[in-house]
């Protein structure tokens, strides 16, 4: 179902939409559990991907490290606005998490994966799109997602080194809301000032013909694949390969009468 005109628009001109309400009281304790388990399980065995000098974690590949996180690859409420942005065969990037810790300092201004690659003008139409799935509220003392609304329509990256931006925004929302927002925005991720971590999920999509991060249909678990509806294996990146080479059809010689 196409998302509302007034959406539309939100989305057209601020690069970023706020969706309440999508996940549960008790499907938050359900991730935060899991993921703080993950983390320092990965931490113990040298496998944590750790940034922020330490004060800061990412859980990836989370699709093939419990059948909880699959239920976000197709969510209802949130697959219309990623069909707006990039087009109803969208594939995911990545479905990963982020925890940043107390002490952490603000991020630097980046755009989404090989935009920054990329010469400018960058794209005038959305190639990437970010989710951030709230798992705390979100705060400026928190390490609220630091963002400057419109900023995708310049066409240009940040410049190098930039610290802050007059028109920037510190993210505050709710935990069960989700932060989506066209990957050519400028953001970063806040500094926590706070004695507490915050926790977000993020579910990360590009166009079909672009490259993913992470290469889902050749690393997923068995039993993920398995269990993937169609549309999950769409969004996988299924119907999106390169095709294999042509294979020659032998067909048995014709007996018939001539």
């Keep these: 179902m196409p998302i509302p005109k ?14 309440p309400d999508v996940l549960s009281q008790s499907e938050i304790e359900m991730y935060k ?3 703080l388990e993950l983390a320092e399980k990965e931490r113990e065995d040298g496998s944590g991907r750790v940034h922020t000098n330490g004060l800061g974690q990412h859980v990836r590949w989370l699709v093939n490290k419990g059948e909880i996180f699959e239920k ?14 990039l087009g109803v065969n969208y594939t995911l990037s990545t479905l990963t998490s982020n925890i940043i810790s107390p002490g952490a300092s603000d991020g630097g201004y980046h755009v ?5 690659a990329m010469p400018e003008p960058l794209p005038s139409f959305p190639m990437f799109v970010n989710s951030l799935w709230l798992l705390d509220d979100f705060t400026p003392e928190n390490g609220g997602t630091r963002y400057v609304p419109g900023s995708h329509r310049s066409l240009t990256k940040p410049p ?6 007059p028109q920037e925004v510190r993210l505050s929302a709710p ?10 925005v400028w953001h970063s991720a806040g500094a926590n000032r706070t004695g507490k971590a915050r926790i977000a999920l993020i579910c990360f999509c590009c166009r079909s ?16 694949v398995e269990r993937a509806t169609p549309v999950m294996r769409r969004i996988y990146g299924f119907d999106s390969q390169p095709k294999p080479p042509d294979v020659p059809k032998h067909n048995k010689r014709d007996t018939r009468a001539i």
Excluded at 112 to 116: R, T
Excluded at 175 to 184: P, R, T
Excluded at 209 to 224: N, R
């Design 160 to 165: 190098s080194g930039l610290a802050n931006h």
């Design 33 to 35: 559990a899991r993921l």
């Design 175 to 184: 935990k069960g809301s989700v932060f989506l927002f066209n990957g050519a």
């Design 72 to 85: 976000l690859v197709a969510h209802p409420k949130v697959m219309p606005f990623f069909e707006y942005l």
């Design 112 to 116: 989404d994966n090989a935009l920054g």
């Design 6 to 19: 007034e959406q539309q628009r939100e989305l057209n001109e601020k690069g970023c939409i706020l969706i």
């Design 209 to 224: 013909f672009l490259k993913p991060m992470f290469d889902f249909v050749h690393y997923l678990k068995p039993g993920v």
